[in-house]
């Protein structure tokens, strides 16, 4: 049995050592927080070539397909994007939109007509170059009327997309907008061939680090390396493959085992126990996903700011941190742009967990109690039902009866969440306050969780959108960020690291947080050790 | 005949209680797979592209008279320029099931008969007791659980076997056999049970009737007594409740599928309920239970074969 | 109750002090079990729900089995998982037996359309896959603590029906029934009085392992993400919860497991003894 205690106790004080040194090494990084892998270790091995690369992903399913309109879960994006594709721009590790495909981009003065040159010398799979009129096709495709691409919302505000006889794209745009290159980076717009205008996304033929060979929905993909790829020196591996592995204690097996080299959705409850195999390394990257438990502002009891205030005061995100992010992550003070975000702010005072003040706030509802039903499922967040099993009893102590209803992961989406008034949900954050504000906080945002609808907040954002970088764009940003945290009817409970654990049979440089999994580009970026 | 009849009579119920159930469930197919970013325009573009629009007795109608003519359709997340028929996706699936299945018969269906016979012939004795709660001990466990036990002693501990059970239609024979060891032990550890169980309890129950009781008085040595005449007598009941646990090791076996990663038909069949695929829900159902049907028909014969006097029960002693 | 059933319980009771080793020892263990569940919360150190520790404390004198990922007490929320399971597993069991059993009865009884009409819709039950069933039922209906009673045991019936029938079939036949027949007894009488006291024997064995498999069943569906509602405790639900320290070689979802290992093997020990005992096999 002595094994069995060492272990709890060593958790337990790894978990608050950890936690003391992820604080310290967030302040010394600041803003560039988001680029190191925190991990203490020694200095990285000189990236090598060659190996056979096997990642087992806790998602894919047999219905998937090589469609960009829309990459459900992690497996298809690294497939589609991470190992198959590239788009005009990428985020840097600092949060910037920087060219992938595209050499360089301008915007007029209006911000309305943006004009992107294409890297010299870019080629498919197949050989073939890639022209403008296929970044126009691909584009476009998202576009048509019969789309049901995930992205065409974002793309609304294109009029026209236009390839110049120099090689160059010039895109139109209704209204101006200085972060439009930050859209072009959404990992569904990847670049395809196309033939008269159609594209061929059937074929999986792009521009990626990896050529498909064999993809079977629902249970691997295989690759090999492209050797054109544009990326000097990229790919390390000279193969990849991709494993669904939807079992979260087979998928830490069989990294024990060595059957594969990369696991993501790790248990986090036995995080510190996988952290002492010597043989495995855990990689937390700090960025913009958060968690959250949204209230929809039209519904009863939640349509009174002060019973919002009551509840974003009873829940002590401290303590869910610890015990379902294992501190893996910062807690949340309901705002959604993550600190690394150019124009972030820190709204006061902070909500933190304070039953007193929840008492007040509920009397200013003029209610003495409050019995609430909060909904959730597994896919709700990563360790959501133990979350609301915590708010529950933090809840009780000023006053606040919540009811925990487990939904069916089945169907979640479609019934629980924007349907019920009170439920968990998560957002990847995105790494501009317009782009966030735009997906998740305006009135009409299709994504708009809780419903919440403010004019002030609205007109605000359409000012920001056209206006240049600068000191009044930063103000406004704090204003609108303000605004969200005292009357959103998001409560943000932490905002989480993407943990994932590799063998030591690979190594890796620094890491990006967004999109998530070092850019999803784990299979060109890494090495073998 | 009339049992084959009543068989497919069965079958077409089958699908068709399938089908109610699958409409009753709350949600979407283009919901389901767009996933929570999906805008409302663009779950409504695809509920049209797939059909879904259509009344389900439309569809339920369509659907069966193509399988008649062995016609599964589409899944529904076939695209233009991409089809992807129903058929071509459970057919390797279900081979491999097959495999998986008959491996697993190999080893628990003699083991069974052994370890239900040792009993019955030593009952009462140390080995009974053990036997006993051994395997009472492996039918109540999770599956789960007896897969994650049996994935820590002979993979993380003893590294013999793979904890990833992922095979293709390229592996060959010796490799599969490797990978697919512990999905196929976790399936006799969790059926041998049964089937040892029940063919003790036959036995003994076998025991008491009077021929036995003559045959003991001749002085025939007990094994003679129980593989002589008891295990012939008892064979009706051993033999359904083995064809139950065949028809199990086809299609119970979600679980140990998705622990172990294993290509199978159930896991398939998880995936398009859960993504509301219909029609490939229909067809891993209708599958399913015609496994079922044809197991339990098969275990009919057997069992008439095995003891002709049931041919005419009339004239034999058997109660 | 009819005499011969009364005849059968007195047997088994008074017999218990003559009993062998192994049903005494599964009867004491049973006997515990109830106490357990009817005692919970006097027994139990601390609430089901309370969160009582830091997560994942050692065993210690305050916690002797330590706490949970939240900091509950493992103890308290074995012992309140008795209470839960075991009603679960019981309320399960003799639902499908009663409904399964008594229709089955019927359909043997009664025979000719009745018999068929049922027999076809057990078949069709019987049929489809009975964890994805399940599974689409309670996605469909929601998994309160109710319907996931319900549909277990809806499910289970549908066997207990077709062993309650095949047996009661050849009751059925016998001259006594006949006889009962003649005097003009109603069906129902002669389901209740005649033939269920002679079915009783093979109904029991398939009680003992039915009632272990509503655990296996609860578990399998909280593996497929539905199952009891947090928090409440129950056993199957905890070793899902913590399956996956087994691979660090860690004994804490050995607790649950085990503790519904050794209620299975008690209930079978005394199930088998009851029907040596209705077998009326020497040893």
């Given at each position: 049995?002595?094994?069995?205690?060492?272990?709890?106790?060593?958790?337990?004080?790894?978990?608050?050592?950890?936690?003391?040194?992820?604080?310290?090494?967030?302040?010394?990084?600041?803003?560039?927080?988001?680029?190191?892998?925190?991990?203490?270790?020694?200095?990285?091995?000189?990236?090598?070539?060659?190996?056979?690369?096997?990642?087992?992903?806790?998602?894919?399913s047999t219905n998937?397909?090589?469609?960009?309109?829309?990459?459900p879960?992690?497996?298809?994006?690294?497939?589609?994007?991470?190992?198959?594709?590239?788009?005009?721009?990428?985020?840097?590790?600092?949060?910037?939109?920087?060219?992938?495909?595209?050499?360089?981009?301008?915007?007029?003065?209006?911000?309305?007509?943006?004009?992107?040159?294409?890297?010299?010398?870019?080629?498919?799979?197949?050989?073939?170059?890639?022209?403008?009129?296929?970044?126009?096709?691909?584009?476009?495709?998202?576009?048509?009327?019969?789309?049901?691409?995930?992205?065409?919302?974002?793309?609304?505000?294109?009029?026209?997309?236009?390839?110049?006889?120099?090689?160059?794209?010039?895109?139109?745009?209704?209204?101006?907008?200085?972060?439009?290159?930050?859209?072009?980076?959404?990992?569904?717009?990847?670049?395809?061939?196309?033939?008269?205008?159609?594209?061929?996304?059937?074929?999986?033929?792009?521009?990626?680090?990896?050529?498909?060979?064999?993809?079977?929905?629902g249970?691997?993909?295989?690759?090999?390396?492209?050797?054109?790829?544009?990326?000097?020196?990229?790919?390390?591996?000279?193969?990849?493959?991709?494993?669904?592995?939807p079992?979260?204690?087979?998928?830490?097996?069989?990294?024990?085992?060595?059957?594969?080299?990369?696991?993501?959705?790790?248990?986090?409850?036995?995080?510190?126990?996988?952290?002492?195999?010597?043989?495995?390394?855990?990689?937390?990257?700090?960025?913009?996903?958060?968690?959250?438990?949204?209230?929809?502002?039209?519904?009863?009891?939640?349509?009174?700011?002060?019973?919002?205030?009551?509840?974003?005061?009873?829940?002590?995100?401290?303590?869910?941190?610890?015990?379902?992010?294992?501190?893996?992550?910062?807690?949340?003070?309901?705002?959604?742009?993550?600190?690394?975000?150019?124009?972030?702010?820190?709204?006061?005072?902070?909500?933190?967990?304070?039953?007193?003040?929840?008492?007040?706030?509920?009397?200013?509802?003029?209610?003495?109690?409050?019995?609430?039903?909060?909904?959730?499922?597994?896919v709700?967040?990563?360790?959501?039902?133990?979350?609301?099993?915590?708010?529950?009893?933090?809840?009780?102590?000023?006053?606040?009866?919540?009811?925990?209803?487990?939904?069916p992961s089945d169907g979640y989406w479609d019934?629980?969440?924007?349907?019920?008034?009170?439920?968990?949900?998560?957002?990847?954050?995105?790494?501009?306050?317009?782009?966030?504000?735009?997906?998740?906080?305006?009135?009409?945002?299709?994504?708009?969780?809780?419903?919440?609808?403010?004019?002030?907040?609205?007109?605000?954002?359409?000012?920001?959108?056209?206006?240049?970088?600068?000191?009044?764009?930063?103000?406004?940003?704090?204003?609108?960020?303000?605004?969200?945290?005292?009357?959103?009817?998001?409560?943000?409970?932490?905002?989480?690291?993407?943990?994932?654990?590799?063998?030591?049979?690979?190594?890796?440089?620094?890491?990006?947080?967004?999109?998530?999994?070092?850019?999803?580009?784990?299979?060109?970026?890494?090495?073998?050790? | 005949?009339?049992?084959?009849?009543?068989?497919?009579?069965?079958?077409?119920?089958?699908?068709?209680?399938?089908?109610?159930?699958v409409?009753?469930l709350p949600g979407?197919f283009?919901r389901a797979i767009?996933?929570?970013?999906?805008?409302?325009?663009?779950?409504?573009?695809?509920?049209?592209?797939?059909?879904?629009?259509?009344?389900?007795?439309?569809?339920?109608?369509?659907?069966?008279?193509?399988?008649?003519?062995?016609?599964?359709?589409?899944?529904?997340?076939?695209?233009?320029?991409?089809?992807?028929?129903?058929?071509?996706?459970?057919?390797?699936?279900?081979?491999?099931?097959?495999?998986?299945?008959?491996?697993?018969?190999?080893?628990?269906?003699?083991?069974?008969?052994?370890?239900?016979?040792?009993?019955?012939?030593?009952?009462?004795?140390?080995?009974?007791?053990?036997?006993?709660?051994?395997?009472?001990?492996?039918?109540?466990?999770?599956?789960?659980?007896?897969?994650?036990?049996?994935?820590?002693?002979?993979?993380?501990?003893?590294?013999?076997?793979?904890?990833?059970?992922?095979?293709?239609?390229?592996?060959?024979?010796?490799?599969?056999?490797?990978?697919?060891?512990?999905?196929?032990?976790?399936?006799?550890?969790?059926?041998?049970?049964?089937?040892?169980?029940?063919?003790?309890?036959?036995?003994?129950?076998?025991?008491?009737?009077?021929?036995?009781?003559?045959?003991?008085?001749?002085?025939?040595?007990?094994?003679?007594?129980?593989?002589?005449?008891?295990?012939?007598?008892?064979?009706?009941?051993?033999?359904?409740?083995?064809?139950?646990?065949?028809?199990?090791?086809?299609?119970?076996?979600?679980?140990?599928?998705?622990?172990?990663?294993?290509?199978?038909?159930?896991q398939l069949m998880v995936d398009a309920v859960s993504k509301r695929d219909?029609?490939v829900v229909?067809?891993?159902?209708?599958?399913?239970?015609?496994?079922?049907?044809?197991?339990?028909?098969?275990?009919?014969?057997?069992?008439?074969?095995?003891?002709?006097?049931?041919?005419?029960?009339?004239?034999?002693?058997?109660? | 109750?009819?005499?011969?059933?009364?005849?059968?319980?007195?047997?088994?009771?008074?017999?218990?002090?003559?009993?062998?080793?192994?049903?005494?020892?599964?009867?004491?263990?049973?006997?515990?079990?109830?106490?357990?569940?009817?005692?919970?919360?006097?027994?139990?150190?601390?609430?089901?729900?309370?969160?009582?520790?830091?997560?994942?404390?050692?065993?210690?004198?305050?916690?002797?089995?330590?706490?949970?990922?939240?900091?509950?007490?493992?103890?308290?929320?074995?012992?309140?998982?008795?209470?839960?399971?075991?009603?679960?597993?019981?309320?399960?069991?003799?639902?499908?037996?009663?409904?399964?059993?008594?229709?089955?009865?019927?359909?043997?009884?009664?025979?000719?359309?009745?018999?068929?009409?049922?027999?076809?819709?057990?078949?069709?039950?019987?049929?489809?896959?009975?964890?994805i069933?399940?599974l689409v039922?309670?996605t469909?209906?929601?998994?309160?603590?109710?319907?996931?009673?319900?549909?277990?045991?809806?499910?289970?019936?549908?066997?207990?029906?077709?062993?309650?029938?095949?047996?009661?079939?050849?009751?059925?036949?016998?001259?006594?029934?006949?006889?009962?027949?003649?005097?003009?007894?109603?069906?129902?009488?002669?389901?209740?009085?005649?033939?269920?006291?002679?079915?009783?024997?093979?109904?029991?064995?398939?009680?003992?392992?039915?009632?272990?498999?509503?655990?296996?069943?609860?578990?399998?569906?909280?593996?497929l993400g539905i199952?009891?509602?947090?928090?409440?405790?129950?056993?199957?639900?905890?070793?899902?919860?913590?399956?996956?320290?087994?691979?660090?070689?860690?004994?804490?979802?050995?607790?649950?497991?085990?503790?519904?290992?050794?209620?299975?093997?008690?209930?079978?020990?005394?199930?088998?003894?009851?029907?040596?005992?209705?077998?009326?096999?020497?040893?």
């Open positions: 049995m002595s094994d069995f205690e060492k272990w709890k106790a060593l958790l337990l004080g790894g978990a608050l050592n950890r936690r003391d040194f992820l604080a310290g090494a967030a302040a010394l990084a600041g803003t560039a927080g988001l680029s190191a892998g925190l991990a203490p270790r020694a200095a990285h091995a000189e990236p090598k070539r060659g190996g056979h690369m096997r990642l087992g992903l806790g998602s894919g998937d397909t090589l469609n960009p309109w829309n990459y879960d992690a497996f298809t994006t690294m497939l589609g994007y991470g190992c198959l594709g590239n788009c005009l721009v990428e985020v840097d590790a600092e949060g910037n939109a920087v060219g992938d495909l595209a050499e360089s981009f301008a915007a007029s003065d209006d911000q309305k007509t943006w004009t992107f040159r294409l890297r010299e010398g870019l080629s498919f799979h197949d050989g073939r170059p890639v022209r403008a009129e296929d970044v126009v096709a691909s584009i476009r495709f998202h576009m048509t009327p019969e789309s049901t691409s995930a992205a065409k919302s974002l793309l609304a505000n294109i009029t026209d997309i236009t390839a110049t006889e120099a090689g160059e794209v010039v895109f139109v745009l209704g209204d101006g907008a200085t972060d439009f290159p930050y859209f072009l980076a959404t990992v569904l717009l990847v670049i395809m061939p196309s033939e008269g205008g159609v594209v061929d996304w059937q074929s999986g033929i792009r521009t990626g680090p990896f050529v498909l060979e064999e993809f079977e929905p249970v691997r993909a295989k690759l090999r390396r492209f050797e054109g790829y544009h990326k000097p020196g990229l790919p390390y591996a000279d193969s990849c493959e991709l494993l669904s592995i079992d979260t204690t087979a998928r830490t097996n069989a990294l024990l085992s060595g059957d594969v080299h990369y696991v993501d959705r790790l248990d986090m409850r036995t995080l510190g126990l996988l952290g002492r195999k010597p043989d495995i390394r855990i990689l937390n990257i700090p960025g913009y996903a958060h968690y959250y438990f949204s209230m929809l502002n039209d519904v009863p009891p939640f349509d009174d700011p002060n019973v919002r205030m009551a509840l974003k005061y009873a829940i002590d995100r401290e303590d869910i941190l610890a015990k379902v992010l294992q501190g893996y992550g910062s807690v949340g003070n309901d705002n959604p742009i993550a600190a690394s975000v150019k124009y972030a702010v820190d709204p006061q005072p902070v909500h933190s967990y304070d039953p007193d003040t929840a008492r007040e706030w509920l009397k200013k509802s003029g209610l003495e109690s409050l019995t609430v039903d909060l909904h959730v499922a597994e709700g967040f990563p360790g959501c039902i133990d979350a609301a099993v915590l708010f529950k009893e933090h809840a009780a102590k000023a006053g606040i009866d919540i009811n925990v209803i487990r939904e019934n629980v969440w924007l349907k019920k008034g009170f439920c968990a949900t998560y957002s990847d954050g995105r790494p501009s306050c317009d782009w966030n504000f735009s997906v998740f906080y305006a009135a009409d945002a299709a994504w708009n969780d809780s419903r919440w609808k403010n004019a002030e907040f609205d007109a605000m954002l359409a000012e920001g959108r056209a206006l240049p970088d600068g000191e009044e764009r930063a103000a406004l940003y704090a204003k609108m960020q303000d605004l969200v945290q005292k009357d959103g009817g998001n409560i943000i409970v932490a905002f989480n690291d993407f943990v994932c654990a590799h063998s030591d049979a690979i190594d890796h440089g620094a890491v990006v947080g967004f999109p998530l999994s070092d850019g999803y580009r784990i299979t060109s970026r890494w090495w073998f050790s | 005949m009339s049992r084959l009849i009543l068989g497919l009579m069965t079958l077409v119920l089958v699908s068709a209680l399938i089908f109610m159930v409409a009753l979407d283009a767009l996933g929570p970013n999906a805008t409302p325009e663009t779950v409504a573009a695809f509920r049209h592209e797939v059909g879904l629009d259509r009344p389900a007795l439309a569809r339920y109608l369509e659907w069966i008279s193509g399988a008649v003519r062995g016609d599964f359709g589409l899944s529904f997340s076939s695209r233009s320029g991409n089809t992807r028929t129903v058929a071509e996706m459970i057919l390797p699936r279900f081979r491999n099931t097959l495999f998986l299945a008959g491996f697993a018969a190999l080893m628990a269906v003699p083991l069974a008969i052994t370890l239900g016979v040792l009993s019955a012939l030593y009952r009462n004795s140390w080995l009974d007791r053990t036997v006993n709660a051994m395997t009472l001990t492996s039918i109540s466990l999770p599956e789960f659980f007896v897969a994650y036990l049996l994935m820590f002693f002979f993979v993380v501990k003893i590294p013999l076997f793979y904890s990833l059970a992922s095979v293709d239609a390229g592996t060959p024979l010796g490799e599969r056999l490797l990978r697919t060891a512990l999905p196929a032990l976790t399936l006799v550890l969790v059926t041998v049970a049964h089937m040892m169980r029940m063919v003790r309890a036959s036995i003994i129950a076998v025991l008491a009737s009077p021929y036995i009781e003559m045959a003991r008085l001749k002085g025939l040595s007990p094994a003679r007594i129980i593989l002589r005449h008891a295990l012939p007598n008892a064979w009706a009941p051993i033999v359904s409740v083995i064809a139950v646990n065949l028809a199990y090791l086809i299609v119970g076996v979600v679980v140990v599928e998705v622990v172990f990663v294993y290509p199978g038909v159930g219909v029609p229909q067809a891993c159902a209708l599958i399913f239970a015609a496994t079922y049907i044809l197991m339990n028909l098969a275990a009919d014969i057997l069992t008439v074969v095995s003891n002709p006097r049931l041919l005419h029960p009339k004239e034999g002693g058997v109660r | 109750m009819s005499r011969a059933l009364v005849s059968h319980m007195v047997k088994a009771w008074g017999g218990a002090r003559n009993a062998p080793v192994m049903a005494q020892v599964g009867l004491v263990v049973m006997i515990f079990y109830a106490a357990l569940a009817l005692l919970a919360p006097l027994i139990a150190p601390y609430p089901e729900t309370a969160l009582v520790g830091g997560m994942f404390e050692p065993w210690s004198a305050t916690f002797p089995l330590g706490t949970d990922q939240l900091g509950r007490d493992f103890l308290s929320r074995l012992i309140y998982g008795a209470r839960n399971t075991i009603g679960l597993a019981l309320a399960t069991t003799l639902l499908a037996f009663t409904t399964g059993g008594f229709l089955g009865l019927v359909a043997a009884e009664r025979g000719g359309w009745v018999d068929q009409v049922l027999s076809r819709i057990v078949d069709v039950l019987m049929a489809m896959p009975q964890l069933f399940a039922l309670l469909a209906f929601g998994s309160s603590i109710l319907n996931l009673v319900l549909i277990i045991a809806a499910l289970d019936a549908t066997r207990v029906f077709r062993l309650a029938r095949a047996v009661a079939l050849n009751v059925v036949s016998l001259d006594f029934v006949e006889a009962a027949r003649l005097q003009g007894h109603g069906a129902l009488r002669i389901i209740l009085f005649e033939v269920l006291p002679n079915v009783i024997p093979p109904l029991v064995a398939e009680l003992g392992l039915r009632f272990c498999f509503v655990f296996l069943t609860i578990s399998a569906l909280s593996f199952g009891i509602q947090p928090p409440t405790a129950d056993w199957g639900s905890m070793v899902r919860e913590t399956a996956a320290l087994i691979s660090y070689g860690d004994v804490t979802p050995l607790l649950p497991a085990g503790a519904i290992v050794l209620l299975a093997i008690a209930v079978n020990f005394v199930v088998d003894w009851f029907l040596l005992k209705a077998s009326g096999l020497k040893e």
